[in-house]
Structures are given as structure tokens and as C-alpha cells.
């Protein structure tokens, strides 16, 4: 991906130390960072098969949504919004996210210019975090995580959990995210987990106290982050085997080639595209 010349960006390799997952120790990695111009923060959330990334940044008006297409950003605005945040984009480039105003937090859907609300009835606080090519979205609302297909609404929640967050769906239907076992200090209570064919699968990442997966792409890896007595660190889960991606990575989008997209924190607020 090229960047046009208004964009800070930095590249940089992570050393990593002997961070050992399943028997594999993970190798450095090239990171390039980016931000939005002018922008205090920015964080990256979804990638689709185009190399097309959402996500929001920060500045002295709020949060607001963003789109990096063929090394051009644009701004993603909820009419009527005091924040708008951006957390999937399709291969077709609908966008999904969530918006808060003077009546709650919602989620929306954004396809050719035009935003569409999603509230999930019966529940407050709706965000959409993921879609597909064909429009199935993901996304949590009141505690529950949710499917909208067609029009309908089915409730999916991890069992016994005190709260499930649906983050990541791929073209097969299958879905990530994580659930929280009743402890929200520091995300402590929170556990990945993968979602194929009605069936719950729980993600514990070695040496971890926590973990939150957020992205899958059509082969079935998956990008997540957790943490620890080390401190947070992203992950990739990849035919069963967790590689880490490094300190104070929070991994949150793939694509269709394993090309991952989040946020960079140990300086402060940058987004990151690692390429496989």
C-alpha cells in the first residue's frame, strides 16, 4: 500500500523476546504504523479483500469513522452524531460500526453513501462489528452478541457467560469474539472463543490472564490479543497453532491473505497494518 505524503506513518520491526506459543517461538515482524492526519489517535479495525481499512480516530471534536482506500482517507460520519466509530468493511466496501447521539448508542450499516441504523429491538447499545460479502453483520448489543441476516435478528450468546461481544464473521459463517465470565476490571474476565456450525469453541491463549479474538478471514485464521503478567500482546491463531504478533499489538482485522490491521499502543494511539 502506498501513502500519500500528508500521512505520518512509521516502519518499524518488532524484536520480540522468546515468546513460545503451542512450541512455536514467534520472529520479528515489520509493522508499518499510520495515523490520520492530524489526528490525536487512530485505531484500526477491519481490512477487506481489497486492502481497504476502517476504523476511527480521535481529535478535538470526538471520534469519528474512517475509510483508507488506495491511500486516501475519508472521514465516516453518522448524520447527526457526536461520535462515529467504523469497525468492518466487506469486499464490497459496506461498512459497518457504531454511532452514539442524543437517543443512545447505535449501530449503523454504511453501502454507497447511504447509512443505515441498526438498533437490535429490545436491547440498548447496539455496535455492528463485522459483515460479510453477501450482508450477514455481526455485533453486541445489552450484553448479547447478535446475527442480522435478511432482515432478522437471532440472538447468539456463549453459554454461561455473563456477556458475549460477536466481533469477526467469515464468508462460511463462522464468527469470533469473547465472552465475560463476570469480571470486567481490566478486560480480566474476558475469554476469546470461535463460533463454526452451532458450535462454541473457547480460544485460551497460552500465558494469558485474558483474551478478546476480533477478526476471521475465509481460511479460518484468527486475530486477537491478550494479557498477562507480560502485558498485552496480539495473536494469531492460525490451524490451531498461536503465534504472537508482539507487545502491545492489539490485533483486530485479516483479510483473505492474512494481512492484519489494529492498533500499535505502546506509543501512543497508531494504527498498524502487519503483511503477512
Known amino acids: 500500500m502506498l501513502f500519500p505524503a500528508n500521512l505520518r506513518f512509521t516502519a518499524l520491526t518488532l524484536l520480540m523476546g ?3 506459543f503451542n512450541g512455536m517461538t514467534a520472529k520479528g515482524q515489520g509493522i508499518t504504523l499510520f495515523d490520520f492526519p492530524g489526528a490525536s489517535s487512530t485505531m484500526a479495525r477491519g481490512i477487506n479483500p481489497a486492502g481497504d481499512i476502517v476504523g476511527f480516530y480521535s481529535n478535538t471534536t470526538g471520534d469519528h469513522g474512517f475509510l483508507l ?3 486516501v482517507f ?3 460520519d453518522f448524520p447527526g452524531a457526536y461520535l462515529t466509530r467504523a469497525f468492518g468493511i466487506n469486499a464490497q466496501g459496506d461498512i459497518v460500526g457504531e454511532y452514539g447521539d442524543i437517543t443512545g448508542g447505535h449501530g449503523f450499516l454504511w453501502s454507497k453513501g447511504v447509512f443505515t441504523r441498526i438498533d437490535v429491538p429490545g436491547l440498548f447499545g447496539t455496535s455492528a462489528a463485522g459483515i460479510t460479502a453477501n450482508g450477514v453483520i455481526v455485533g453486541y ?3 448479547h452478541g447478535f446475527l442480522l441476516s435478511k432482515g432478522v435478528f437471532s440472538i447468539v450468546d456463549f453459554p454461561g457467560a455473563f456477556a458475549t461481544f ?4 467469515n464468508a462460511a459463517g463462522d464468527m469470533v469474539g469473547f465472552y465475560n465470565i463476570g469480571g470486567f476490571h481490566n478486560g480480566d474476565g474476558n475469554r476469546a472463543f470461535s463460533w463454526s456450525k452451532g458450535t462454541f469453541t473457547a480460544l485460551p491463549v497460552p500465558g494469558s490472564s485474558f483474551s478478546e479474538a476480533f477478526g476471521i478471514n475465509d481460511a479460518g485464521d ?3 490479543f491478550s494479557g498477562g503478567p507480560q502485558g498485552l500482546a496480539g495473536f494469531l491463531l492460525d490451524k490451531g497453532i498461536f503465534t504472537s504478533l508482539g507487545p502491545s499489538v492489539l490485533a483486530r482485522g485479516i483479510d483473505s491473505r492474512g494481512d492484519i490491521v489494529g492498533e500499535y499502543s505502546v ?3 497508531h494504527s498498524f497494518l502487519l503483511r503477512k
Do not use: D, E, M, N
Not at 460477536?166 to 464473521?169: D, F, K, P, Q, S
Open 267 to 269: 506509543i501512543g494511539g
Open 18 to 20: 522468546a515468546c513460545v
Open 166 to 169: 460477536l466481533t469477526g464473521i
Open 74 to 76: 475519508t472521514s465516516i
Open 141 to 143: 448489543a445489552g450484553g
Open 69 to 71: 482506500s488506495k491511500a
Open 222 to 224: 484468527i486475530a486477537g
